[in-house]
């Protein structure tokens, strides 16, 4: 389907504009979806305006580097998915480029939406709460009459906070920079939030409250600061799990306390790359539980924007405004 698409491009970093550009040829295997509707992803700020994360080739591929996307499949090249079917997208490393009025990927990271009353916006919601589902899955954890922290609360730390309340944490910490977050992270299973600074104080302060001075037994970091990543380390209990989802924010060392690590005798780990889940069964577990409405997400988006408008929707996101919650483009 030799055509031209309207597509956002990182063309210097920080700087992304909207221009025509060739519409990606499907190979054997690949299917081309119509986008929809997209969102913007904590990750794809880091690539956007983190000079550690940019390609090493400026300008960057057409509709680079989103992977929150919904569509529809108006060629297919793939068993399975044929012209007409409405799907969730979740592309892995050299195919997010759900940041254009197409994007040409692998079939197998197209999840057939599943019926539904609601907005399909819900159901793009997704993308993000499948990889928070994975990422919790990796550490076989038991949450029941725990007190787990929460550190960021974008909507990965939202589902993170909601995945906590339902199975069966007995509090749930939170910190973020943004009020407007905050005020949300009730809805998600938040039983304490606080703002959060470079100290990390007030954090540590709600969490030792709420655990009679212990500590968090499960601390989950998203952010990717070296602050919170600290802090995170500062608040587990003895023997805690601690989770690392933030994109680091710099290729530089993070210090932290190995005293603190050793002493306490925590288990710690790092997950990215939820999409190379041979089933991709996180993110249809996502989908059911939105399309069963166990989670409601109807209130997740904050603001919605053109492909046109990708450079607002960005920075949005980027500057964590008072108001914005997570950011979305609409065709």
């Given at each position: 389907m030799a055509q031209m698409m309207a597509a956002a491009r990182l063309v210097e970093p920080g700087k992304v504009v909207c221009e025509q550009a060739p519409v990606f040829e499907p190979e054997q295997g690949q299917v081309v979806v119509k986008n929809l509707m997209a969102a913007i992803c904590g990750s794809d700020l880091h690539q956007v305006f983190f000079d550690s994360f940019l390609p090493q080739n400026l300008p960057a591929e057409p509709g680079w580097p989103g992977h929150e996307g919904l569509g529809e499949v108006v060629e297919s090249r793939f068993d399975g998915l044929q012209p007409g079917d409405k799907v969730l997208t979740v592309p892995?490393?050299?195919?997010?480029?759900?940041?254009?009025?197409?994007?040409t990927l692998p079939g197998f990271w197209c999840l057939p939406l599943p019926d539904y009353d609601g907005a399909a916006e819900d159901l793009l919601m997704a993308q993000q709460f499948g990889t928070t589902i994975y990422a919790l899955r990796r550490g076989n954890m038991d949450f029941v009459g725990k007190t787990v922290a929460v550190l960021g609360q974008g909507s990965a730390g939202q589902f993170f906070s909601w995945q906590a309340k339902h199975l069966g944490a007995a509090n749930v910490v939170v910190a973020d920079l943004s009020a407007a977050r905050l005020a949300q992270s009730a809805t998600?299973?938040?039983?304490?939030a606080v703002r959060g600074d470079d100290s990390g104080m007030a954090v540590r302060e709600a969490v030792m409250d709420s655990s009679n001075g212990r500590g968090a037994d499960i601390v989950i970091e998203a952010v990717g600061r070296r602050e919170t990543i600290q802090h995170a380390i500062d608040i587990a209990a003895p023997r805690a799990d601690v989770v690392f989802f933030g994109l680091p924010d710099s290729g530089e060392p993070v210090p932290f306390s190995y005293s603190a690590f050793f002493m306490k005798q925590l288990q710690m780990y790092a997950v990215v790359g939820a999409q190379a889940e041979k089933d991709l069964s996180?993110?249809?577990?996502?989908?059911?539980?939105?399309?069963?409405?166990?989670?409601?997400?109807?209130?997740?988006?904050?603001?919605?924007?053109?492909?046109?408008?990708?450079?607002?929707?960005?920075?949005?996101?980027?500057?964590r405004d008072e108001d914005a919650l997570k950011v979305a483009l609409r065709w």
């Open positions: 892995g490393a050299g195919f997010q480029r759900c940041f254009a009025d197409y994007q998600f299973g938040a039983d304490i996180s993110f249809h577990k996502a989908l059911d539980w939105i399309a069963r409405r166990e989670i409601d997400v109807s209130a997740m988006v904050s603001h919605r924007l053109s492909l046109e408008e990708i450079s607002k929707a960005l920075a949005l996101a980027h500057e």
